[in-house]
């Protein structure tokens, strides 16, 4: 599966790489929310998770610019534990909100439970149970 990782800290990112690689993913990291923006449209992500503090465009305008054109699921990762910008970010477009710091278990569960709604074969296999014919 294709992880797409957008976070303004360098080590972070290489940490999530290093974790999200162990399980098996192919992973793209940019600190850049244009940058990840084109990234998503030309290689075409299963999930994309994004840090809300970037440097030029916050991770909000990210998630909401990338739901202009994707329904990709979105994993925010944060520091801001505040009720109103966890909302802001699923009303801005994100399916899950992680809280830093994290355990690596937790992130893996979410991807996990991410892929398993939203995943590449989530929707063809509801496509096959609901093609299936009726037996009357």
Same mark, same amino acid.
């Given at each position: 599966m294709n992880i797409l990782v957008l976070d303004s800290d360098l080590q972070s990112a290489l940490t999530l790489k290093e974790v +999200? #690689?162990?399980?098996?993913?192919?992973?793209? =990291? /940019?600190s850049d929310g244009a940058e990840a923006l084109l990234e998503a449209g030309?290689?075409?992500p299963h999930l994309v998770l994004v840090d809300l503090k970037l440097p030029i465009n916050d991770g +909000?305008?990210?998630c909401r610019s990338l739901r202009k054109t994707s329904e990709v699921p979105i994993l925010v990762l944060s520091?801001? #534990?505040?009720?109103?910008v966890l909302v802001e970010a699923l009303d801005a477009g994100a399916d899950a909100y992680i809280t830093?710091?994290?355990s690596v278990s937790e992130l893996q569960a979410r991807? #996990?439970? +991410? =892929?398993? #709604?939203?995943?590449? /074969?989530?929707n063809e296999e509801s =496509?096959? =149970?609901l093609r299936q014919p009726s037996l009357k």
């Amino acid at each position: 599966m294709n992880i797409l990782v957008l976070d303004s800290d360098l080590q972070s990112a290489l940490t999530l790489k290093e974790v +999200l #690689r162990s399980g098996g993913h192919k992973v793209h =990291v /940019t600190s850049d929310g244009a940058e990840a923006l084109l990234e998503a449209g030309h290689w075409a992500p299963h999930l994309v998770l994004v840090d809300l503090k970037l440097p030029i465009n916050d991770g +909000l305008g990210f998630c909401r610019s990338l739901r202009k054109t994707s329904e990709v699921p979105i994993l925010v990762l944060s520091a801001q #534990r505040e009720p109103a910008v966890l909302v802001e970010a699923l009303d801005a477009g994100a399916d899950a909100y992680i809280t830093k710091p994290f355990s690596v278990s937790e992130l893996q569960a979410r991807v #996990r439970g +991410l =892929v398993r #709604r939203y995943g590449p /074969t989530a929707n063809e296999e509801s =496509v096959r =149970v609901l093609r299936q014919p009726s037996l009357k």
